[in-house]
């Protein structure tokens, strides 16, 4: 959980991202500044690892995160991938590396695409 303080530094007055959004593996950019909005759901996703180990189907470790940033328009990101269903879920991969999740996306909710803070970094 980012504190307040790291807090007022990547979210605007406005609720969006003051920074962007990168991959903390390869460094691709995600996300451009002022795209995102600030969100606090909490949401599992599995450990970080490479995009065919998510999509076995096996019951994954992982982790109960709450701070998301959230993006209404999947053309909105500028690097991305998706894994194949899970459920009715799809976890967000960076689309160069393949590193994941960083992401979830609901196939009920066509609208709303969550990219935790916890496993991205901002520049």
């Known amino acids: 959980m980012e504190s307040t303080e790291q807090l007022s530094e990547l979210v605007s007055a406005e609720g969006r991202n003051r920074k962007a959004v ?3 593996r390869c460094g691709s950019r ?4 002022g795209t995102a909005l600030f969100s606090r759901r909490q949401l599992f996703l599995p450990s970080m690892r490479k ?5 076995d189907g096996s019951n994954p470790d992982g ?3 709450q701070e998301h940033w959230l993006v209404e328009d999947m053309f909105i990101f500028e690097n991305v991938g998706f894994t194949k269903d899970v459920g009715n879920i799809k976890f967000l991969v960076c689309a160069d ?3 994941g999740p960083i992401g979830w996306h609901c196939l009920d909710d066509k609208n709303s695409f ?7 970094s901002h520049e």
């Open 22 to 24: 990168l991959c903390q």
């Open 30 to 33: 995600v996300l451009q500044p």
């Open 51 to 55: 995009k065919p180990a998510l999509s």
């Open 63 to 65: 982790d109960l995160l």
């Open 97 to 99: 590396c393949e590193i």
């Open 114 to 120: 969550y990219v935790a803070l916890e496993r991205v």
